[in-house]
C-alpha cells in the first residue's frame, strides 16, 4: 500500500463540535495518528446532536459524529484529574500536534497551555480554535454559526435588500474553520520538521470568515476603495443570470453581460440578441429588462430538466449549475463514477454513506480505514502503550478517569 | 526575493496559473507564509473575472452600477483597471506577476525553464482550457522530475462533467448548498448569489499543497494533486448529507433558524441596516436571556418551558425579541446579552469590521501602498502564529510586474533576448490592444 502524507504524526485532539473535529479528520484522513479524547461519560458534545441513524439518538448514531471522527483513535480521559492530566501529557511526549478547542484560557487553567506541553516536548505544535481568538476585548465572547458569519463574514451583503440578512445553509462556517486548522497545522508541522521549533496556532471562527474569499475580503479592500458598505442585491436582477425554475426544480446560469448570446443560442432563439429590448449590456442590467426576458426566458426553462438544462448552458459556454437537493447529490452518476461516496462499517450504527476523499493524491492517497471510534473504544489499546496493565486501566474506569 | 528567511515555506516556489477566486485564494496562503508565488499572465488574452471583466473598463460604469466586483478605486477603472480590481487586490498581496504567452513557442520555452526552478505549479482552470496549453502534469513533468502539481477544477479531471464550467454561485447549486439556505418562506429563485465553496477550495488546496510538500521532503517525490471543488465542498454540508443517506430525508432552508436551538435569527436593531444575531442554545441561556430583555414572564409560559417547546413556538418569540432590540443599538443589544453568557453578535457591516477593536487586536488590517492604487488597508492573515510572527509585505501585484526579476535574475535572459519579448507581446504591463 502506498504511504499516506502525514504518516508518522500524531494528533491529540480534545475538540468537540464540529470545527476542530474536522480540523482533526483532515488530519487523520491523510495519514495522521489522531486520538480523539473526549470527556468520560459524555463525550463529544455532537453525540448528542442529529441526525441519527434512523432517528433514533443514541450516542454512537449520530450522523454529525459520525460524518466527523472517522479515521481517529478514541479514548476517554478526564483532563480535570491529576491523573488524568499525567496520561495526558504522557501522550504529549510522543505527539507532534495538540488541537483544542476550549474557551481560551481552558488549557492553560487545566496545566495544559502551550507553555506546559513545551516543557514534556519542545517541538510540540498546539492548534487553539476558538469563537474569537486567544487575545483580545472579544476573547470570552459566545458565537453560533449564524453569529460568526454575521461578524465575521458578508452577512450584511446576503439576502435581499428588503428583508433581514440572511446566514448560509447548514455549519458551513465551522467546517470552514476546520479547514483552515488543518491547514495551519500543516503548515506548523512543514516548519517543526524544518527548524525543529513547536508553534501555538491561533484561529477563530471570526478571523477565518473575515479572511475567506466568498466576497468578505473583496469587499474590505472596496470599502477602502470607495469608503462604501457593500449591500444586499435583488436576486435575477440582470437579465437571465442567477436561479431561475425549470420542469423538476431549478438551475442557475450565468448569463449576465457579454454571456447573453449564449443564453439566446440556447434558446434558439438567436434573434433576441438584436431585439431592441434586450440589445446593449445597460438594458439587460436593468431590473425591469430582466422581468420581461423571463417571459420569454422561463417558458423556455420549463420545458427541460435541471440536468438537461446543465449539459444545455454548458454546451453554450454558460457557466451553470443544477440546484440539487442532497438526494440528487447522492444519486449524481458524476460523483458515483469518481468514487466519490463511502460506505463505512460502524460496530454500534452500522453501515452508512458518508462523504469522500475532498481531494485525490495521487502518490499519498486519501484512505478512509476506520469508522468513527465509539466513546473509549481504543482505551485499552493507548494506555496498554503508554505501558499500563490492564488492572491499573479498569482501576482508572472505576475512578472516573477514563 | 520578497520571501522572508524565517517563515516556514522560505525558499519553496509556486507557478500559479490560478484564475478567480478559489485557487488564488490557494496560492495567497502559501504566499503569505513565505513561498514565493509567481503569478504567470498573459497580456495576450484575458482570463474572465480574475482582473476584472474586461481590460478596457468604461470609466464611469462602475460608478452607475455600483456592487462589490466594481469597486475600483473612488469608482474608477483607471488607466490599468486590471491592476486596481477590488477581487484581484483582496488576494494578490505578497505575490509576483509574470507575463508569457503560453500558446506560443517561445512563451512555452520560457514556462518551461522557470519550471525548473520551481517547487510547485497550482492552476483551478476547466481542465481543457491546461490540456489545449499542453500543460498537464504528464506533459511537463519530464522537466521538473519531483513536480508537484496541484489542479482545482470545479468537477475534477473525469466523469461527465469534467469540463464543466461552474463558478462558485454554480458549484453552491451541484453541491446542495444553496438547496439549503435562504429565506424559507420564499421560492428558490430569489437566492442569491454566495461563493463559499470557493473560500472552501483555497484553503483545502493549501493544505493539499504542504501535504504533498511534506511527502516529497521524505521521498523526494512529487506527485498530481486533483481536487474537484465541489467534492472538497460537500464535506461541509455533513448533516444534510447524512440525513440524507441514513434516513432518506432531504433537507430545506431554514433560513435563520438553528436546527435545534431556539430562538435564533436577526433582528432589527435602532438605526439603518442595524441587526443583532443571536442563538440560545440550552435552558441556562434562556433563563439569562429573558433576564437580560426584562421578560421573566416569558420563563412561565408553557409555549417555552423546555428546550423543544421554545423550538416550535419560536415565531411567537419573534415579536417579543424585536421590541428590545429595536430601541438598542447591535452593539448595546449585543454586549447586554453576552454579559450574561448568551451569544449574540452584530451583523458588522465593512467599515465596522475594518475598525473592529478585536481586528485591531489581532493586527489584521495592514496599510500597504500600491503604485496605481493609492494607500489603503487590507485585510491579512487567516491565522496568527506564536512563534512565527509575520504581516503583509507587498501590495497586490501589477501586471508583469515582475518580469525583470523573473526574466533577467531568475531565467538570465539577455537584455536583447528580453527587449525581443517585449517587442513580440510576452513581456509587458499592459494588455494588447486586440484584449477587449
Known amino acids: 500500500m502506498p504511504p499516506q502524507a502525514l504518516e508518522g504524526v500524531r494528533v491529540l485532539d480534545v475538540t468537540q463540535l464540529i470545527a476542530g473535529p474536522y480540523a482533526t479528520k483532515l488530519l487523520a484522513d491523510y495519514g495522521a495518528d489522531v486520538i480523539k479524547i473526549e470527556r468520560p461519560g459524555t463525550g463529544d458534545v455532537s453525540r448528542r446532536l442529529g441526525p441519527f441513524v434512523h432517528d433514533e439518538p443514541h450516542p454512537e448514531k449520530s450522523g454529525l459524529f459520525l460524518h466527523l471522527n472517522s479515521n481517529k483513535r478514541g479514548m476517554t480521559l478526564d483532563l480535570k484529574s491529576a491523573t488524568g492530566r499525567k496520561i495526558f501529557l504522557r501522550l504529549a511526549e510522543s505527539a507532534n500536534v495538540v488541537v483544542e478547542s476550549f474557551s481560551p484560557g481552558t488549557m492553560a487553567a487545566l496545566g495544559l497551555g502551550y507553555e506546559s506541553l513545551r516543557e514534556v516536548n519542545p517541538r510540540i505544535i498546539v492548534t487553539s480554535i476558538s469563537n474569537y481568538g486567544q487575545t483580545g476585548p472579544y476573547r470570552d465572547y459566545k458565537t453560533s454559526e449564524i453569529i460568526a458569519y454575521a461578524m465575521g463574514g458578508p452577512m450584511h451583503a446576503t439576502g435581499l435588500p428588503e428583508r433581514e440578512p440572511m446566514k448560509l445553509g447548514g455549519s458551513v462556517i465551522q467546517h470552514q474553520t476546520g479547514a483552515a486548522a488543518a491547514t495551519a497545522t500543516a503548515m506548523a508541522i512543514w516548519a517543526a520538521e524544518s527548524n525543529g521549533h513547536g508553534e501555538h496556532l491561533d484561529l477563530s471562527l471570526f478571523r477565518t470568515q473575515a479572511s475567506s474569499q466568498d466576497r468578505r475580503t473583496t469587499m474590505l479592500v472596496g470599502a477602502q476603495y470607495t469608503n462604501e458598505n457593500s449591500d444586499r442585491r435583488p436576486p435575477g436582477a440582470s437579465t437571465a443570470n442567477g436561479i431561475r425554475p425549470c420542469a423538476d426544480g431549478y438551475i442557475a446560469i450565468m448569463g449576465a453581460a457579454n454571456r447573453f448570446a449564449g443564453v439566446v443560442r440556447m434558446m434558439g432563439q438567436p434573434e433576441l440578441l438584436t431585439d431592441p429590448r434586450f440589445d446593449t449590456v445597460v438594458k439587460r442590467s436593468m431590473p425591469d429588462t430582466s422581468e420581461e426576458f423571463d417571459t420569454h426566458y422561463i417558458p423556455f426553462l420549463m420545458q427541460y430538466t435541471k440536468r438537461e438544462l446543465f449539459a444545455m448552458a454548458q454546451k453554450n459556454g454558460l457557466p451553470s449549475g443544477p440546484v440539487f437537493t442532497a438526494e440528487d447529490l447522492y444519486l449524481e452518476p458524476h460523483f458515483r463514477e469518481r468514487g466519490f461516496w463511502q460506505q463505512v462499517r460502524h460496530p454500534v450504527a452500522g453501515e452508512v454513506t458518508q462523504t469522500g476523499r475532498p481531494f485525490i493524491m495521487n502518490a499519498t492517497p486519501w484512505r478512509q480505514t476506520r469508522a468513527a471510534p465509539t466513546l473509549g473504544q481504543h482505551n485499552e489499546e493507548i494506555l496498554t502503550s503508554l505501558g499500563y496493565e490492564r488492572r491499573d486501566i479498569a482501576r482508572l474506569h472505576t475512578l472516573g478517569v477514563l | ?436
Request: charged share 20%; with cysteine; proline share 6%.
Open chain 2, 1 to 436: 526575493m520578497t520571501a522572508m528567511a524565517h517563515l516556514p515555506l522560505s525558499g519553496i516556489r509556486v507557478l500559479d496559473l490560478t484564475a478567480v477566486w478559489a485557487g488564488p485564494h490557494c496560492t495567497m496562503l502559501l504566499c503569505d507564509w513565505g513561498a514565493e508565488v509567481i503569478r504567470v499572465e498573459s497580456t495576450q488574452v484575458y482570463q474572465p473575472n480574475t482582473r476584472g471583466h474586461m481590460a478596457k473598463v468604461p470609466q464611469d460604469l462602475p460608478r452607475m452600477r455600483k456592487g462589490w466586483g466594481s469597486m475600483y478605486p473612488d469608482w474608477t477603472p483607471g488607466a490599468r483597471p486590471w491592476n486596481r480590481y477590488p477581487v484581484f487586490q483582496s488576494h494578490a498581496r505578497n505575490k509576483l506577476s509574470m507575463t508569457a504567452d503560453l500558446r506560443r513557442p517561445e512563451g512555452r520555452a520560457v514556462f518551461m525553464e522557470l519550471l525548473k526552478t520551481a517547487d510547485l505549479v497550482i492552476e483551478n482552470n476547466v481542465p481543457e482550457t491546461i490540456e489545449k496549453l499542453h500543460v498537464t502534469y504528464e506533459e511537463i513533468v519530464k522537466a521538473r522530475p519531483d513536480l508537484i502539481m496541484l489542479r482545482m477544477p470545479a468537477y475534477g479531471l473525469s466523469g461527465q462533467y469534467k469540463n464543466f464550467r461552474s463558478f462558485g454561485m454554480q458549484l453552491e447549486g451541484t453541491t446542495g448548498h444553496t438547496w439549503i439556505r435562504g429565506y424559507a418562506d420564499m421560492d428558490a429563485s430569489m437566492r442569491d448569489d454566495t461563493f463559499f465553496g470557493d473560500a472552501a477550495a483555497g484553503v483545502a488546496g493549501a493544505y493539499a499543497a504542504l501535504l504533498a510538500l511534506r511527502h516529497r521532503r521524505r521521498t523526494g517525490k512529487g506527485q498530481l494533486v486533483e481536487m474537484a471543488q465541489a467534492e472538497n465542498f460537500i464535506p461541509y454540508l455533513g448533516e444534510a448529507v447524512m440525513d440524507y443517506t441514513m434516513n432518506q430525508r432531504v433537507h430545506s432552508t431554514l433560513g435563520n433558524r438553528h436546527h435545534s436551538a431556539a430562538p435564533q435569527g436577526v433582528y432589527r436593531c435602532k438605526g439603518v441596516e442595524a441587526w443583532l444575531t443571536l442563538t440560545v442554545n440550552n435552558d441556562g441561556e434562556w433563563q439569562a436571556f429573558c433576564n437580560v430583555i426584562g421578560r421573566a414572564d416569558l420563563l412561565r409560559d408553557p409555549r417555552f418551558a423546555t428546550g423543544i417547546a421554545r423550538y416550535k413556538n419560536q415565531d411567537d418569540l419573534d415579536k417579543a425579541i424585536e421590541l428590545w432590540t429595536q430601541v438598542r443599538t447591535p452593539w448595546e443589544a449585543a454586549k447586554a446579552l453576552q454579559a450574561q453568557g448568551v451569544p449574540a453578535g452584530p451583523v458588522l457591516n465593512d467599515l465596522e469590521l475594518v475598525a473592529d477593536p478585536q481586528m485591531e487586536a489581532f493586527g489584521y488590517f495592514k496599510e500597504l501602498t500600491h503604485l496605481e492604487a493609492g494607500t489603503h488597508k487590507y485585510p491579512g492573515l487567516t491565522w496568527s502564529a506564536a512563534e512565527t510572527p509575520n504581516e503583509l509585505r507587498t501590495p497586490p501585484c501589477r501586471l508583469g510586474e515582475h518580469n525583470p526579476y523573473v526574466y533577467k535574475e531568475l531565467l538570465a535572459v539577455t537584455d536583447e533576448t528580453y527587449r525581443v519579448l517585449e517587442e513580440t507581446g510576452h513581456i509587458g504591463m499592459d494588455y494588447a490592444p486586440h484584449v477587449p
